[in-house]
């Protein structure tokens, strides 16, 4: 392939535009599916290839590069080249649960910035694949956070085995965190590394490990809706952990970074993600969420939404767990 062909030149622009925006767009308002800027560059370079370049750069390999350009043209996001039916099919496939509305106290004045991520207590982002399994992600990563939290070495811990294990839930094709958590409380399960079950982004048989030397149980565990209580919601975090949420993720299918504000429906939650800090110091308040989508979508695997509005539904269902 010459080099500079043009789908060397796509990659370059590619690779420079997304290092680009992932700190020019940090604040930026974000419109949903189909209009970002994200969306937008894709639909000009795809143009500026499909028209410009083969009136200047004909040679043998330009139909061939053409067609790989095509290929990957939406590849943006892991989601670019799937479409929308697929998307939802394969990766919003979480259950909400009714979640009781909290009653707590008054919040006391929190920190106008926190982020669990400075105390190493979250474990890296990971990439469920095509398997709907973001609920078991959510649940788990709350897990091992609160084990961390708790004095003990941050490891990743199997998902898998929670996927295998729960049969209250769907594996690969769906399941609710609430679920999730109730059968670890009363099961007593304990969850072991993920060097000791891995991850293979598929239903399995449950393995278990009658004396496992390593692991952790769940103690207990509270959920609640925090809509129009986001202030409290921030104490839970501050003082519990990340949490586990369920979310109405339709919009993020085209997310490139920058603060969801508009456009972001909370009508159909169907996704769990890992909230894990918030940041209040700009203008635009945002909560800090761990999404399991691998580090390729969005900010490096994390997405920012809008404080105060429960926007995308980032509230109605909340979960907090004791390890």
């Known amino acids: ?59 043998a390999s330009w139909d061939e590069e053409l067609k790989h350009l095509n290929s990957v043209a939406g590849d943006f996001t892991p ?11 394969l990766y919003l496939r979480a259950i909400p649960e009714h979640a009781p509305p909290f009653f707590g106290s008054k919040t006391k004045e929190m920190p106008a910035k926190f982020d669990w991520r400075d105390r190493a207590v979250v474990a890296p982002v990971q990439n469920q694949q095509a398997c709907g399994s973001c609920w078991a992600f959510s649940v788990v990563g709350a897990m ?8 003990m070495p941050l490891e990743e811990l199997s998902v898998q085995q929670v996927i295998d294990c729960c049969f209250q839930n769907g594996g690969c094709n769906g399941g609710s965190p609430t679920k999730a958590l109730l059968w670890l409380q009363r099961t ?11 991850y293979k ?3 399995g048989m449950c393995h278990f490990f009658s004396h ?3 692991g952790v149980a769940l103690r207990n565990f509270t ?21 586990s949420a369920v979310v109405d993720a339709v919009s993020w299918q085209d997310y490139l970074g920058g603060i969801i504000q508009h456009h972001c429906s909370s009508h159909w939650p169907n996704h769990a993600v890992l909230v894990v800090g918030y940041d209040a110091t700009g203008e635009i308040p945002f909560w800090i969420v761990q999404n399991s989508w691998g580090t390729d979508w969005g900010n490096e695997g994390y997405v920012y939404v809008k404080l105060g509005s ?14």
């Not at 994200?38 to 639909?43: A, K, M, Q």
């Not at 429960?310 to 390890?323: E, M, P, Q, R, T």
């Open 223 to 243: 959920t609640f809706d925090f809509s129009g209580q986001e202030e409290a919601m921030k104490a839970e975090l501050v003082e519990r952990g990340p949490l």
């Open 144 to 151: 091992q956070a609160a084990k961390a939290i708790a004095g």
């Open 201 to 203: 982004a598929k239903n």
């Open 188 to 198: 007593r399960m304990n969850l072991v590394p993920q060097s000791e079950y891995p």
């Open 212 to 214: 496992p030397k390593v």
């Open 1 to 59: 392939m010459p080099l500079h062909s043009p789908y060397q030149v796509y990659l370059s622009r590619r690779s420079h535009f997304r290092k680009s925006q992932a700190s020019h767009y940090r604040h930026a308002k974000f419109s949903g599916p189909k209009m970002n800027v994200y969306h937008l560059y894709t639909v000009a370079m795809a143009t500026v290839f499909a028209v410009v370049a083969p009136s200047c750069c004909q040679n």
């Open 310 to 323: 429960n926007l995308c539904g980032i509230a109605d269902s909340v979960a907090a767990v004791l390890v």
């Open 79 to 89: 989601f670019g080249g799937r479409s929308d039916l697929v998307y939802k099919d």
